[in-house]
């Protein structure tokens, strides 16, 4: 892919994921730079990626031809009050933050941005995110091309036309993981009642979800339903689990949790 020099605004969980998975593609080090106030976030990046780091943000921020900002929403308004005098009329400026719209951000930063929101998740770090984005109207096609390679980078995106799509990523993919790691617990938990030790417990689900999750990426043209079905012997231990789970509504609850990600979401556009 095309290589530009690119700072990363924040260096926490999301921006690690990222910077990780770049780096393990083939992206040059020497062109990423992330800041954080803390040394214990930047200096364990720098060890391992062999990226430039920094605490002064505006100083890391002037020279990159693309800023990434990845701190947290309630941080980013402060942040971005100390980056406004920067001229961002040829830079490509990248928000993964959640509930921080492109009409706050272009407020925040006193400027019409060349902006491209990215939601993206914590699979990046190991080549296997999901990203959703979504481009303000004067983002040049090239500039789309860049954010959309530098996602596929660390993993699989998807685009949405309009900018309230990039809250519905939250609920399906963004937040997605803590879902699935959620039920994992709980197996785990199970399990262990059951009489294993938790590093087989934790095996016995973690394969059990990998090879599930690989099943479905590996026949796209059969329905999830199809491969449930496939599961259930008539009459069966799963058709029991199954009807456990829905007796208590779980394709209810599901709906539910992922529409209270989004009302999060939105409320926060009005917040940060
Ligand atoms: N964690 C996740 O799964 C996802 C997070 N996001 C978004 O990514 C953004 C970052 O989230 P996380 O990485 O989870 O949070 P985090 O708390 O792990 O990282 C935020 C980082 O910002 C740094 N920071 C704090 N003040 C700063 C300042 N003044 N200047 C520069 N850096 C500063 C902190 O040192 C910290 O490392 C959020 O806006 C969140 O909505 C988006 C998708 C998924
Ligand atoms: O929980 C959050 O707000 C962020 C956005 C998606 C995942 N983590």
């Known amino acids: 892919m095309e290589q530009r020099s690119i700072t990363f605004i924040g260096a926490g969980n999301m921006a690690h994921s990222i910077i990780a998975g770049l780096v393990t593609s083939g992206y040059q080090p020497d062109l990423i730079t992330a800041t954080a106030p803390s040394p214990e976030r930047r ?12 605490d002064d943000n505006l100083r890391a921020a002037e020279h990159a031809d693309v800023i990434v900002l990845a701190v947290k929403p309630q941080l980013m308004a402060s942040v971005c009050e100390k980056l406004q005098s920067i001229d961002f009329s040829n830079k490509l400026v990248i928000s993964i933050a959640a509930g921080v719209s492109v009409e706050r951000l272009n407020q925040m930063l006193a400027c019409e941005l060349n902006l491209v929101r990215v939601m993206p998740n914590t699979p990046s770090l190991i080549g296997k995110g999901m990203s959703g984005l979504f481009a303000s109207s004067q983002v040049s096609a090239s500039d789309k091309t860049f954010a959309e390679q530098l996602l596929q980078a660390v993993g699989e995106v998807c685009w949405v036309e309009q900018e309230a799509g990039i809250n519905a990523v939250i609920a399906a993919a963004g937040s997605a993981p803590a879902y699935f790691f959620l039920f994992m617990e709980a197996m785990q938990a199970e399990a262990i009642k059951q009489g294993f030790d938790a590093d087989t417990a934790r095996l016995l689900i973690q394969q059990s979800a990998l090879g599930a999750a690989e099943m479905v990426k590996a026949n796209p043209e059969v329905a999830l339903s199809t491969l449930r079905e496939q599961v259930t012997s008539k009459g069966g231990t799963t058709a029991e689990a199954l009807r456990t789970f829905n007796e208590h509504q779980l394709s209810d609850t599901v709906a539910k949790a992922m529409r209270a990600a989004i009302s999060r ?3 926060m556009e009005k917040l940060f």
Not at 43 to 54: K, S, V
């Open 43 to 54: 200096e364990p990046l720098a060890r391992q990626y062999g990226i430039h780091t920094d």
């Open 265 to 267: 979401a939105e409320e």
